[in-house]
Nanobody, 120 residues
Framework: QVQLVESGGGLVQSGGSAMLSCVSS????????MGWYRQAPGKQRELVAK???????YYADSVKGRFTISRDNRKNTLYLQMSSLKPGDTAVYYC??????????????WGKGTLVIVSS
């Protein structure tokens, strides 16, 4: 069973920065596709950024140039460096993992989320 634990959320002033971390356990992290999603109050969950086990990173247009996703396979940890934060970035941020199990099936796992509030 994969477990994902996020940390690093909190209250940040507009224009400020924050770093989110997600520690993964229970799978071969280096071969998992990882991502960050967010859900703002009253809105659907949306993809923020993703970083496959091998290949290019992807960013939503709304965060491109401001957020950076990275991973440390030695520490089984996913990061999201956020800068130039705006009130519109206020949301619960979720870490996601897509892992392939025996038989070639892909399973998605989610963390419980960490709340980021950007004050104006």
């Amino acid at each position: 069973q994969v477990q994902l634990v996020e940390s690093g959320g909190g209250l940040v002033q507009s224009g400020g920065s924050a770093m989110l971390s997600c520690v993964s356990s229970g799978s071969t992290f280096s071969t998992d596709d990882m991502g960050w999603y967010r859900q703002a109050p009253g809105k659907q969950r949306e993809l923020v950024a993703k970083i496959p086990s091998g290949g290019s990173t992807y960013y939503a247009d709304s965060v491109k140039g401001r957020f950076t996703i990275s991973r440390d396979n030695r520490k089984n940890t996913l990061y999201l460096q956020m800068s130039s934060l705006k009130p519109g970035d206020t949301a619960v941020y979720y870490c996601s993992c897509r892992t392939v199990v025996k038989g070639g099936f892909a399973i998605d796992y989610w963390g419980k989320g960490t709340l980021v509030i950007v004050s104006s």
